[in-house]
C-alpha cells in the first residue's frame, strides 16, 4: 500500500512539475457542465447569430476547435462574449447555459494517454481524460 501512494505522489509530482506555478485572478464565462447539450447548443447559436460573439476560433482547422463539444466550444463562446462587454454590464448568463468561474479554463489539465495509462495501472482503474479538470497551477 506503501508503495502505491508512493507512485501515486510521484505521478502528480511529475505533472505539476511540468507546469509552472502561476497566480491567476480574473473570471472567465463558461458553459455550465449541469445543462443539458441542446439548452447549451441553444445558448451558443443564439451567441454566434451576434457579431460581438468570437465564432471563428470554434470552427474546423481552428485554435479553438478541439476538443470538439458543444461545453467547449460554448465556453469558448461566451467567454469571448463576456470579456468584451462586461464592462459595458453584459452579464454570464446565456438563457442559464453559463456560470462565472474564477478558473482560468486555459489551464486544464487534459491527460495524454501516456499518462492516463500510467496512472490508471497505478490505480487499477480507468480514470477519466479530464480527471483533473481545471487544476489551478
Request: proline share 5%; with cysteine; hydrophobic share 40%.
Amino acid at each position: 500500500m506503501k508503495s502505491f501512494w508512493s507512485r501515486i505522489a510521484i505521478a502528480l509530482l511529475f505533472i505539476t512539475a511540468t507546469f509552472s506555478a502561476k497566480a491567476e485572478f480574473g473570471q472567465w464565462c463558461v458553459a455550465d457542465s449541469q445543462i443539458p447539450d441542446y439548452v447549451t447548443q441553444a445558448a451558443l447559436d443564439w451567441a454566434c447569430q451576434h457579431d460581438e460573439a468570437d465564432c471563428f476560433k470554434i470552427q474546423p482547422n481552428q485554435p479553438c476547435f478541439l476538443p470538439n463539444t458543444v461545453k467547449d466550444h460554448a465556453s469558448v463562446v461566451f467567454n469571448s462574449y463576456y470579456q468584451r462587454y462586461k464592462h459595458m454590464g453584459a452579464d454570464c448568463y446565456f438563457s442559464s447555459a453559463a456560470i462565472l468561474t474564477q478558473r482560468d479554463p486555459s489551464k486544464q489539465l487534459y491527460l495524454d494517454p501516456f499518462v492516463n495509462n500510467y496512472l490508471s495501472s497505478l490505480m487499477n482503474e480507468d480514470l477519466d481524460p479530464f480527471v483533473f479538470d481545471y487544476l489551478m497551477i
